[in-house]
């Protein structure tokens, strides 16, 4: 299942470094713990709408940015959660794989 | 301010009704509460993230496409925000239109 605070949370982490900010300086920024900025970033918690908007002014990113990224992230994780079996499939070769041995053909051979 | 939980509510809410079907069959399908899906969809309350995938799946919509739809509302809304002086200003007219005067041009005419 999709985790939507973990995918905003990435997201949001993702920007700041960006910037090359500290979770105190954008914390500060948003006039949010440093603790709470720090979880929210991790996935841990839910931000409120209310905070997600303060964390997004602080890094002068618009909402709409980090739902439509999020958007395609989530996009991405539903066909692999629908496709399970494309994703774990592994092509299986001998250890060996000088040991295949091939059928010969010859030109003009008959089958 | 974008307050996001309104966004995501009344992009539920739509979907719910474009499907025909009641609050009731919704919130049994996803398992939560008749009054907590009605707040969700009104923007009263927060929904957890895995509630909000509960909801996405007894509407058979995927996440992915509620964000990106309201990543495009949220859009629209910040550029309003941004934007108040254009969202607000009016053309005024002249009550009697018939009464405004043009300069007359004249082919060959100079300036």
Redesign the interface.
Known sequence: ??????VIGSELRRRRQHQGRTLREVSSAARVSLGYLSEVERGQK?A???L??AICGALDA????I??D???K??VM?RKDTMPQLVHTRMVLPKDVDSISYPRLRSGARS
């Open positions: 299942m999709v985790v939507l605070r973990e839910e409120s709408s209310e997600l908007s618009p909402l709409s940015g739902l439509s999020a958007a395609r989530v996009a539903e």
